[in-house]
Protein backbone atom coordinates (compact mmCIF):
# COMPACT_ATOMS: atom_id res chain seq x y z
CA UNK A 1 0.00 0.00 0.00
CA UNK A 2 1.57 3.21 -0.94
CA UNK A 3 0.12 6.13 1.63
CA UNK A 4 2.07 6.26 4.82
CA UNK A 5 0.14 7.95 7.55
CA UNK A 6 2.19 9.04 10.27
CA UNK A 7 1.56 7.89 13.94
CA UNK A 8 0.09 10.48 16.35
CA UNK A 9 -2.84 10.56 18.58
CA UNK A 10 -5.10 11.57 15.78
CA UNK A 11 -3.14 9.95 13.01
CA UNK A 12 -2.46 13.11 12.10
CA UNK A 13 1.23 14.73 11.39
CA UNK A 14 1.42 18.16 9.91
CA UNK A 15 -1.64 18.72 8.43
CA UNK A 16 -1.66 22.04 9.95
CA UNK A 17 -0.67 24.86 7.54
CA UNK A 18 1.16 27.97 7.89
CA UNK A 19 -0.23 29.51 5.29
CA UNK A 20 -2.00 28.97 1.56
CA UNK A 21 1.02 31.04 0.68
CA UNK A 22 3.94 28.97 1.79
CA UNK A 23 2.10 25.64 1.59
CA UNK A 24 0.32 25.15 -1.70
CA UNK A 25 -1.35 21.97 -2.56
CA UNK A 26 0.08 19.19 -4.62
CA UNK A 27 -2.23 18.40 -7.26
CA UNK A 28 -1.30 18.12 -11.02
CA UNK A 29 -2.61 13.88 -11.26
CA UNK A 30 -17.18 -11.88 -20.86
CA UNK A 31 -18.02 -14.26 -18.33
CA UNK A 32 -21.49 -16.30 -18.40
CA UNK A 33 -23.45 -16.09 -15.49
CA UNK A 34 -22.83 -18.88 -12.92
CA UNK A 35 -26.39 -20.86 -12.25
CA UNK A 36 -25.90 -22.37 -8.98
CA UNK A 37 -29.20 -24.36 -8.84
CA UNK A 38 -28.06 -26.34 -12.44
CA UNK A 39 -24.54 -27.02 -10.74
CA UNK A 40 -26.13 -28.69 -7.45
CA UNK A 41 -28.03 -30.73 -9.73
CA UNK A 42 -24.00 -31.93 -11.52
CA UNK A 43 -23.25 -32.37 -8.12
CA UNK A 44 -25.75 -34.60 -6.34
CA UNK A 45 -24.39 -37.62 -7.06
CA UNK A 46 -20.67 -36.84 -6.49
CA UNK A 47 -20.61 -34.88 -2.85
CA UNK A 48 -23.70 -37.11 -1.29
CA UNK A 49 -25.09 -33.92 -0.53
CA UNK A 50 -28.91 -33.64 0.71
CA UNK A 51 -30.85 -30.28 -0.40
CA UNK A 52 -33.55 -28.68 2.11
CA UNK A 53 -36.81 -29.03 0.97
CA UNK A 54 -37.48 -25.53 2.23
CA UNK A 55 -35.86 -22.63 1.23
CA UNK A 56 -35.53 -19.60 4.08
CA UNK A 57 -34.62 -16.07 3.41
CA UNK A 58 -33.01 -15.26 7.02
CA UNK A 59 -30.19 -18.73 7.62
CA UNK A 60 -29.42 -19.21 11.41
CA UNK A 61 -27.08 -21.42 13.13
CA UNK A 62 -27.63 -25.09 12.52
CA UNK A 63 -29.11 -27.13 15.44
CA UNK A 64 -28.34 -30.68 13.77
CA UNK A 65 -26.86 -33.13 16.07
CA UNK A 66 -23.29 -33.97 15.58
CA UNK A 67 -23.18 -38.07 14.27
CA UNK A 68 -20.10 -38.64 16.69
CA UNK A 69 -18.51 -36.73 19.90
CA UNK A 70 -16.01 -35.91 17.64
CA UNK A 71 -18.21 -33.98 14.51
CA UNK A 72 -21.05 -31.47 14.48
CA UNK A 73 -22.46 -29.41 11.70
CA UNK A 74 -20.49 -26.65 10.64
CA UNK A 75 -21.88 -23.68 8.60
CA UNK A 76 -19.59 -22.01 5.72
CA UNK A 77 -20.70 -19.19 3.94
CA UNK A 78 -18.05 -18.90 0.41
CA UNK A 79 -18.98 -16.58 -2.53
CA UNK A 80 -18.41 -17.28 -5.81
CA UNK A 81 -16.87 -15.57 -9.02
CA UNK A 82 -18.97 -14.86 -11.93
CA UNK A 83 -17.77 -17.89 -14.17
CA UNK A 84 -19.11 -21.48 -15.15
CA UNK A 85 -18.61 -24.16 -13.06
CA UNK A 86 -17.13 -22.58 -9.96
CA UNK A 87 -19.67 -24.19 -7.62
CA UNK A 88 -18.67 -27.83 -9.30
CA UNK A 89 -14.96 -26.96 -8.40
CA UNK A 90 -15.72 -25.15 -5.06
CA UNK A 91 -17.56 -28.36 -3.92
CA UNK A 92 -15.42 -30.92 -5.04
CA UNK A 93 -13.44 -29.96 -2.48
CA UNK A 94 -15.51 -30.99 -0.13
CA UNK A 95 -15.56 -34.10 -1.58
CA UNK A 96 -11.72 -34.71 -1.63
CA UNK A 97 -11.84 -33.89 2.29
CA UNK A 98 -14.59 -36.58 2.79
CA UNK A 99 -16.98 -33.95 3.95
CA UNK A 100 -20.69 -34.61 3.92
CA UNK A 101 -22.66 -31.74 3.01
CA UNK A 102 -26.31 -31.88 5.12
CA UNK A 103 -27.14 -28.50 3.24
CA UNK A 104 -26.94 -26.48 0.61
CA UNK A 105 -28.25 -22.84 -0.86
CA UNK A 106 -27.55 -20.31 -2.79
CA UNK A 107 -28.15 -16.42 -2.76
CA UNK A 108 -27.23 -12.90 -4.16
CA UNK A 109 -23.60 -11.69 -2.62
CA UNK A 110 -24.32 -8.55 -0.71
CA UNK A 111 -21.28 -7.12 -1.31
CA UNK A 112 -21.28 -7.75 -5.51
CA UNK A 113 -24.73 -8.17 -7.16
CA UNK A 114 -22.81 -9.77 -9.88
CA UNK A 115 -21.82 -12.89 -7.51
CA UNK A 116 -23.21 -15.55 -5.57
CA UNK A 117 -22.95 -16.65 -1.68
CA UNK A 118 -22.98 -20.71 -1.06
CA UNK A 119 -24.29 -21.41 2.34
CA UNK A 120 -23.20 -24.84 3.26
CA UNK A 121 -24.14 -26.80 6.27
CA UNK A 122 -21.34 -29.95 6.60
CA UNK A 123 -21.05 -32.59 9.05
CA UNK A 124 -17.19 -32.06 10.16
CA UNK A 125 -14.43 -32.13 12.72
CA UNK A 126 -12.17 -29.69 14.02
CA UNK A 127 -9.58 -30.55 11.58
CA UNK A 128 -11.61 -31.38 8.41
CA UNK A 129 -12.65 -27.64 9.15
CA UNK A 130 -9.86 -26.31 9.40
CA UNK A 131 -8.24 -28.13 6.18
CA UNK A 132 -11.15 -27.75 4.55
CA UNK A 133 -11.75 -23.57 4.88
CA UNK A 134 -7.36 -23.09 4.02
CA UNK A 135 -8.53 -24.96 0.92
CA UNK A 136 -11.64 -23.09 0.25
CA UNK A 137 -10.27 -19.59 0.38
CA UNK A 138 -7.50 -20.58 -2.16
CA UNK A 139 -10.67 -20.92 -4.60
CA UNK A 140 -13.10 -18.51 -3.02
CA UNK A 141 -13.90 -15.75 -1.08
CA UNK A 142 -14.87 -16.98 2.44
CA UNK A 143 -17.21 -15.02 3.64
CA UNK A 144 -18.61 -16.73 7.26
CA UNK A 145 -17.34 -20.31 9.17
CA UNK A 146 -19.85 -21.09 12.07
CA UNK A 147 -18.28 -24.39 13.45
CA UNK A 148 -21.12 -26.93 15.13
CA UNK A 149 -22.40 -26.15 18.05
CA UNK A 150 -20.37 -25.55 21.50
CA UNK A 151 -17.31 -25.75 20.00
CA UNK A 152 -14.73 -23.21 19.60
CA UNK A 153 -12.03 -22.01 16.89
CA UNK A 154 -9.04 -24.33 17.07
CA UNK A 155 -6.72 -22.13 19.18
CA UNK A 156 -3.91 -22.05 16.34
CA UNK A 157 -6.35 -20.04 14.55
CA UNK A 158 -5.56 -16.96 16.80
CA UNK A 159 -2.30 -17.76 16.44
CA UNK A 160 -0.29 -14.72 15.17
CA UNK A 161 -3.39 -12.26 16.02
CA UNK A 162 -1.92 -9.04 17.59
CA UNK A 163 -2.53 -8.28 21.19
CA UNK A 164 -5.36 -5.67 21.59
CA UNK A 165 -7.05 -4.81 24.67
CA UNK A 166 -10.77 -6.89 25.78
CA UNK A 167 -11.69 -4.30 28.33
CA UNK A 168 -11.52 -0.51 29.14
CA UNK A 169 -8.52 -1.04 32.15
CA UNK A 170 -6.37 -2.92 29.22
CA UNK A 171 -5.72 0.43 27.94
CA UNK A 172 -3.15 1.51 31.05
CA UNK A 173 -1.03 -0.57 29.27
CA UNK A 174 -1.07 0.61 25.91
CA UNK A 175 -1.70 4.56 26.49
CA UNK A 176 1.98 5.66 27.41
CA UNK A 177 3.21 3.86 24.07
CA UNK A 178 3.89 7.31 22.83
CA UNK A 179 6.32 7.09 19.74
CA UNK A 180 7.49 11.06 19.26
CA UNK A 181 7.20 14.29 20.58
CA UNK A 182 5.86 13.98 24.41
CA UNK A 183 8.20 15.83 26.38
CA UNK A 184 10.98 15.61 23.48
CA UNK A 185 10.68 18.13 20.68
CA UNK A 186 12.69 17.70 17.10
CA UNK A 187 15.26 20.23 16.14
CA UNK A 188 12.93 21.69 13.91
CA UNK A 189 10.24 22.31 16.33
CA UNK A 190 8.77 25.96 17.03
CA UNK A 191 9.68 25.49 20.32
CA UNK A 192 12.88 23.42 20.28
CA UNK A 193 15.39 26.12 21.86
CA UNK A 194 12.52 27.50 23.82
CA UNK A 195 13.49 25.75 27.35
CA UNK A 196 10.58 26.92 29.15
CA UNK A 197 8.43 25.76 27.02
CA UNK A 198 10.61 22.65 26.97
CA UNK A 199 9.73 21.96 30.48
CA UNK A 200 6.03 22.94 30.38
CA UNK A 201 5.90 20.11 27.83
CA UNK A 202 7.65 17.38 30.32
CA UNK A 203 4.82 18.82 32.71
CA UNK A 204 2.05 18.17 30.41
CA UNK A 205 3.66 14.55 29.84
CA UNK A 206 4.28 13.82 33.16
CA UNK A 207 0.75 14.56 33.93
CA UNK A 208 -0.20 11.68 30.98
CA UNK A 209 1.87 9.37 31.86
CA UNK A 210 1.12 8.97 35.55
CA UNK A 211 -3.21 8.88 34.08
CA UNK A 212 -4.72 5.45 35.29
CA UNK A 213 -8.21 4.67 34.35
CA UNK A 214 -10.28 6.07 36.59
CA UNK A 215 -8.45 8.76 38.17
CA UNK A 216 -9.88 12.02 37.70
CA UNK A 217 -8.03 14.28 35.15
CA UNK A 218 -5.93 16.57 37.07
CA UNK A 219 -6.76 20.45 36.84
CA UNK A 220 -3.99 22.79 34.90
CA UNK A 221 -3.15 26.56 35.65
CA UNK A 222 -2.49 27.69 32.04
CA UNK A 223 -0.41 30.31 31.89
CA UNK A 224 -1.00 33.70 30.37
CA UNK A 225 0.98 33.11 27.25
CA UNK A 226 -0.96 29.82 26.79
CA UNK A 227 -4.31 31.36 27.31
CA UNK A 228 -3.42 33.98 25.21
CA UNK A 229 -2.50 31.64 22.15
CA UNK A 230 -5.42 29.38 22.78
CA UNK A 231 -7.46 33.29 22.08
CA UNK A 232 -5.64 33.99 18.83
CA UNK A 233 -6.55 30.00 17.73
CA UNK A 234 -10.56 30.19 18.92
CA UNK A 235 -11.00 33.78 17.85
CA UNK A 236 -9.80 33.11 14.15
CA UNK A 237 -11.69 29.74 13.75
CA UNK A 238 -14.96 30.79 14.90
CA UNK A 239 -15.07 33.50 12.40
CA UNK A 240 -15.32 30.53 9.65
CA UNK A 241 -17.35 28.06 11.61
CA UNK A 242 -20.72 29.73 10.86
CA UNK A 243 -19.97 29.44 7.18
CA UNK A 244 -17.71 26.05 6.98
CA UNK A 245 -18.54 23.49 9.79
CA UNK A 246 -21.63 21.11 9.77
CA UNK A 247 -24.26 21.27 11.65
CA UNK A 248 -23.98 18.85 14.32
CA UNK A 249 -20.31 21.03 15.21
CA UNK A 250 -22.56 24.39 15.28
CA UNK A 251 -25.18 22.47 17.46
CA UNK A 252 -22.52 20.85 20.02
CA UNK A 253 -20.28 24.88 20.14
CA UNK A 254 -22.53 27.21 22.03
CA UNK A 255 -23.32 23.37 24.41
CA UNK A 256 -19.01 23.33 25.49
CA UNK A 257 -19.38 27.15 26.25
CA UNK A 258 -22.07 26.66 28.47
CA UNK A 259 -20.77 23.41 30.37
CA UNK A 260 -17.37 23.45 29.86
CA UNK A 261 -16.28 26.95 29.61
CA UNK A 262 -15.23 27.46 26.40
CA UNK A 263 -14.51 30.86 25.90
CA UNK A 264 -11.24 32.55 24.16
CA UNK A 265 -9.72 33.93 27.39
CA UNK A 266 -9.98 30.44 28.86
CA UNK A 267 -8.78 27.15 27.61
CA UNK A 268 -11.20 24.16 28.91
CA UNK A 269 -10.54 21.48 31.40
CA UNK A 270 -9.81 17.93 30.41
CA UNK A 271 -11.95 16.91 33.73
CA UNK A 272 -15.08 18.86 32.64
CA UNK A 273 -14.99 17.76 28.65
CA UNK A 274 -14.69 14.50 29.90
CA UNK A 275 -18.17 14.80 32.16
CA UNK A 276 -20.06 16.62 29.19
CA UNK A 277 -18.68 14.08 26.67
CA UNK A 278 -19.75 11.14 28.79
CA UNK A 279 -23.66 12.04 29.18
CA UNK A 280 -23.56 13.09 25.31
CA UNK A 281 -22.52 10.18 23.88
CA UNK A 282 -20.56 8.09 26.18
CA UNK A 283 -17.17 8.66 25.32
CA UNK A 284 -14.21 10.11 27.81
CA UNK A 285 -11.55 11.61 27.57
CA UNK A 286 -7.87 9.94 28.73
CA UNK A 287 -4.91 12.44 28.58
CA UNK A 288 -1.75 11.08 26.43
CA UNK A 289 1.92 12.74 26.17
CA UNK A 290 2.29 12.29 21.94
CA UNK A 291 2.12 10.36 19.13
CA UNK A 292 0.44 7.21 19.84
CA UNK A 293 1.04 4.29 17.26
CA UNK A 294 -2.33 4.36 15.10
CA UNK A 295 -3.32 0.78 16.18
CA UNK A 296 -3.11 2.09 20.10
CA UNK A 297 -5.09 4.49 19.44
CA UNK A 298 -7.57 3.02 17.08
CA UNK A 299 -8.14 0.72 20.04
CA UNK A 300 -9.06 3.71 22.47
CA UNK A 301 -11.82 3.87 20.05
CA UNK A 302 -13.21 0.67 20.36
CA UNK A 303 -13.73 1.30 24.41
CA UNK A 304 -15.08 5.15 23.71
CA UNK A 305 -11.95 6.71 25.04
CA UNK A 306 -10.31 9.60 23.05
CA UNK A 307 -6.49 10.10 23.76
CA UNK A 308 -6.08 13.65 24.13
CA UNK A 309 -3.41 15.95 24.16
CA UNK A 310 -3.32 18.95 26.76
CA UNK A 311 -0.21 20.85 26.15
CA UNK A 312 -0.59 23.70 24.06
CA UNK A 313 1.55 24.76 20.65
CA UNK A 314 4.16 27.36 21.02
CA UNK A 315 3.50 31.23 21.32
CA UNK A 316 6.09 32.26 18.19
CA UNK A 317 3.12 30.77 15.89
CA UNK A 318 -0.13 30.44 16.93
CA UNK A 319 -1.44 29.38 13.61
CA UNK A 320 1.09 26.29 13.18
CA UNK A 321 1.83 23.32 14.88
CA UNK A 322 3.64 20.21 13.71
CA UNK A 323 0.98 18.13 15.90
CA UNK A 324 -1.80 18.02 17.83
CA UNK A 325 -2.16 19.89 20.37
CA UNK A 326 -5.34 21.08 23.12
CA UNK A 327 -6.77 23.68 20.46
CA UNK A 328 -6.74 21.28 17.94
CA UNK A 329 -8.21 18.02 20.27
CA UNK A 330 -11.17 20.68 21.73
CA UNK A 331 -12.17 22.55 18.76
CA UNK A 332 -11.49 20.60 16.55
CA UNK A 333 -12.94 16.82 17.65
CA UNK A 334 -14.45 17.17 20.94
CA UNK A 335 -17.83 18.89 19.48
CA UNK A 336 -18.49 16.49 17.26
CA UNK A 337 -17.34 13.37 19.79
CA UNK A 338 -20.47 14.71 21.99
CA UNK A 339 -22.78 13.81 18.36
CA UNK A 340 -24.03 10.13 19.27
CA UNK A 341 -24.35 9.37 15.13
CA UNK A 342 -20.68 10.43 15.08
CA UNK A 343 -19.18 8.92 18.39
CA UNK A 344 -20.68 5.60 16.53
CA UNK A 345 -18.82 5.31 13.94
CA UNK A 346 -15.69 6.52 15.17
CA UNK A 347 -16.29 3.35 17.82
CA UNK A 348 -16.83 1.32 14.95
CA UNK A 349 -13.60 2.21 13.23
CA UNK A 350 -12.14 1.24 16.33
CA UNK A 351 -13.43 -1.56 16.89
CA UNK A 352 -12.85 -3.50 13.64
CA UNK A 353 -9.22 -2.58 14.60
CA UNK A 354 -9.24 -5.07 17.26
CA UNK A 355 -6.35 -8.11 16.76
CA UNK A 356 -6.70 -6.78 12.81
CA UNK A 357 -3.09 -7.20 10.89
CA UNK A 358 -0.64 -4.40 10.52
CA UNK A 359 -1.79 -3.80 6.90
CA UNK A 360 -5.55 -3.48 7.81
CA UNK A 361 -4.81 -0.85 10.17
CA UNK A 362 -3.02 0.89 7.48
CA UNK A 363 -6.36 0.78 5.79
CA UNK A 364 -8.17 1.96 8.62
CA UNK A 365 -5.92 4.66 10.15
CA UNK A 366 -6.09 5.74 6.52
CA UNK A 367 -10.27 5.82 6.52
CA UNK A 368 -9.91 7.65 10.10
CA UNK A 369 -7.64 10.28 8.69
CA UNK A 370 -9.80 10.92 5.39
CA UNK A 371 -13.01 11.34 7.78
CA UNK A 372 -12.42 11.89 11.07
CA UNK A 373 -9.79 14.29 10.44
CA UNK A 374 -10.12 15.67 7.24
CA UNK A 375 -13.83 14.41 6.42
CA UNK A 376 -16.29 16.58 4.23
CA UNK A 377 -20.14 16.26 4.26
CA UNK A 378 -23.04 17.24 2.04
CA UNK A 379 -25.49 19.78 3.72
CA UNK A 380 -28.62 21.99 2.42
CA UNK A 381 -27.04 21.39 -0.67
CA UNK A 382 -23.77 22.68 -0.17
CA UNK A 383 -20.29 21.46 1.39
CA UNK A 384 -19.37 21.58 5.14
CA UNK A 385 -16.88 19.92 7.14
CA UNK A 386 -16.84 17.64 9.66
CA UNK A 387 -12.66 16.54 10.28
CA UNK A 388 -11.09 17.80 13.23
CA UNK A 389 -7.83 18.59 11.34
CA UNK A 390 -9.78 21.16 9.23
CA UNK A 391 -11.65 22.41 11.80
CA UNK A 392 -8.78 23.70 13.58
CA UNK A 393 -6.53 24.58 10.68
CA UNK A 394 -7.52 28.08 9.58
CA UNK A 395 -6.26 27.85 6.21
CA UNK A 396 -7.03 24.71 4.72
CA UNK A 397 -10.65 24.60 6.20
CA UNK A 398 -10.97 27.75 3.83
CA UNK A 399 -9.17 25.72 1.19
CA UNK A 400 -11.45 22.22 1.47
CA UNK A 401 -14.02 24.36 1.07
CA UNK A 402 -13.32 27.30 -1.82
CA UNK A 403 -14.33 25.12 -4.62
CA UNK A 404 -10.64 24.65 -5.98
CA UNK A 405 -10.14 21.48 -3.83
CA UNK A 406 -10.41 18.11 -5.17
CA UNK A 407 -13.28 16.27 -4.09
CA UNK A 408 -14.47 12.77 -4.23
CA UNK A 409 -17.09 10.22 -2.33
CA UNK A 410 -16.18 8.47 0.24
CA UNK A 411 -15.31 4.70 -0.38
CA UNK A 412 -13.37 3.01 2.56
CA UNK A 413 -12.39 0.95 -0.63
CA UNK A 414 -11.04 3.87 -2.15
CA UNK A 415 -9.67 6.06 0.02
CA UNK A 416 -7.52 3.44 2.32
CA UNK A 417 -5.23 3.76 -0.69
CA UNK A 418 -4.87 7.01 -0.68
CA UNK A 419 -1.74 9.11 0.19
CA UNK A 420 -1.77 11.04 3.64
CA UNK A 421 0.00 14.29 2.91
CA UNK A 422 1.66 15.47 6.01
CA UNK A 423 3.74 18.50 4.62
CA UNK A 424 0.73 20.90 2.69
CA UNK A 425 -2.92 20.17 2.09
CA UNK A 426 -4.22 16.91 1.06
CA UNK A 427 -4.34 15.96 -2.72
CA UNK A 428 -8.06 15.03 -2.50
CA UNK A 429 -10.81 15.30 -0.20
CA UNK A 430 -13.68 12.66 0.66
CA UNK A 431 -17.98 13.74 1.21
CA UNK A 432 -20.17 11.46 3.00
CA UNK A 433 -23.73 12.18 2.62
CA UNK A 434 -23.91 11.80 6.29
CA UNK A 435 -22.49 10.21 9.35
CA UNK A 436 -24.83 7.19 9.20
CA UNK A 437 -24.17 7.05 5.46
CA UNK A 438 -20.37 7.07 6.25
CA UNK A 439 -20.83 4.75 9.47
CA UNK A 440 -22.78 2.47 6.87
CA UNK A 441 -20.28 2.27 4.63
CA UNK A 442 -17.52 1.43 7.21
CA UNK A 443 -19.46 -1.26 8.18
CA UNK A 444 -19.58 -3.08 5.20
CA UNK A 445 -15.82 -2.39 4.48
CA UNK A 446 -15.51 -4.05 7.99
CA UNK A 447 -16.94 -7.38 6.67
CA UNK A 448 -13.87 -7.30 3.98
CA UNK A 449 -11.57 -7.74 7.14
CA UNK A 450 -10.39 -11.33 7.74
CA UNK A 451 -10.01 -11.80 11.43
CA UNK A 452 -10.73 -15.48 12.75
CA UNK A 453 -13.66 -14.10 15.28
CA UNK A 454 -15.60 -10.81 15.21
CA UNK A 455 -16.19 -8.09 18.47
CA UNK A 456 -19.17 -7.10 20.41
CA UNK A 457 -18.96 -3.85 22.72
CA UNK A 458 -20.30 -4.47 25.70
CA UNK A 459 -21.34 -0.75 27.56
CA UNK A 460 -21.83 -2.62 31.08
CA UNK A 461 -19.04 -3.79 31.66
CA UNK A 462 -16.54 -1.69 29.13
CA UNK A 463 -15.32 -5.09 27.85
CA UNK A 464 -15.10 -6.60 24.07
CA UNK A 465 -16.91 -10.27 23.46
CA UNK A 466 -14.73 -12.08 21.13
CA UNK A 467 -17.74 -13.92 19.23
CA UNK A 468 -15.85 -16.93 17.98
CA UNK A 469 -17.74 -19.87 19.25
CA UNK A 470 -21.82 -20.87 18.60
CA UNK A 471 -22.24 -20.22 22.45
CA UNK A 472 -21.23 -16.64 22.36
CA UNK A 473 -23.09 -16.04 19.47
CA UNK A 474 -26.21 -17.61 20.64
CA UNK A 475 -25.49 -15.54 24.04
CA UNK A 476 -25.72 -11.96 21.96
CA UNK A 477 -28.81 -13.66 19.85
CA UNK A 478 -30.88 -13.53 23.41
CA UNK A 479 -29.48 -10.00 24.08
CA UNK A 480 -30.67 -8.92 21.07
CA UNK A 481 -34.07 -10.48 21.73
CA UNK A 482 -34.45 -8.69 24.84
CA UNK A 483 -33.70 -5.70 23.02
CA UNK A 484 -36.32 -6.46 20.42
CA UNK A 485 -39.26 -6.92 23.29
CA UNK A 486 -38.45 -4.07 24.73
CA UNK A 487 -39.36 -2.28 20.83
CA UNK A 488 -42.32 -4.59 20.64
CA UNK A 489 -43.55 -3.31 24.53
CA UNK A 490 -42.99 -0.09 23.59
CA UNK A 491 -45.41 -0.52 19.99
CA UNK A 492 -47.74 -2.05 21.81
CA UNK A 493 -48.53 0.44 24.26
CA UNK A 494 -48.43 3.46 21.34
CA UNK A 495 -51.02 1.06 19.89
CA UNK A 496 -53.44 1.22 22.43
CA UNK A 497 -53.06 5.18 22.61
CA UNK A 498 -53.85 5.71 19.31
Not at 124 to 136: A, F, G, P, V, Y
Not at 273 to 282: M, Q
Not at 333 to 340: D, R
Not at 423 to 434: G, N
Request: proline fraction near 4%.
Amino acid sequence: MSNNCSSSTDLETGMYTKNSEEHESRRDGSLDSVNPAHEEKQLNNEATSNTCDEKKDDMSLSTARPTSSDKGVATIIFSLKNEVGGLVRALRLFQEKHVNLVHIESRKSKQRNSDFEIFVGCDTDHEQLKELTQLLRTHTDVVEITPFDNCTLPDDDMAGVPWFPKKISDLDQSSNRVLMYGSELDADHPGFKDNMYRTRRKYFADLAMAHKLGDPILRVDFTTEEVRTWGVVFRELHKLYPSHACKEYLKNLPLLAKYCNYSEDNIPQLEDISHFLKERSGFIIRPVAGYLSPRDFLAGLAFRVFHCTQYVRHSSDPLYTPEPDTCHELLGHVPLLAEPSFAQFSQEIGLASLGASDDTIQKLATCYFFTVEFGLCKQDGRLRAFGAGLLSSISELKHALSGKAHILPFDPAVTCNQECIITTFQDVYFVSESFEDAKNKMREFAKTIWRPFTVRYDPYTQSVDILKDTTTINSMVKDIRHELDIVEDALNRLNKQL
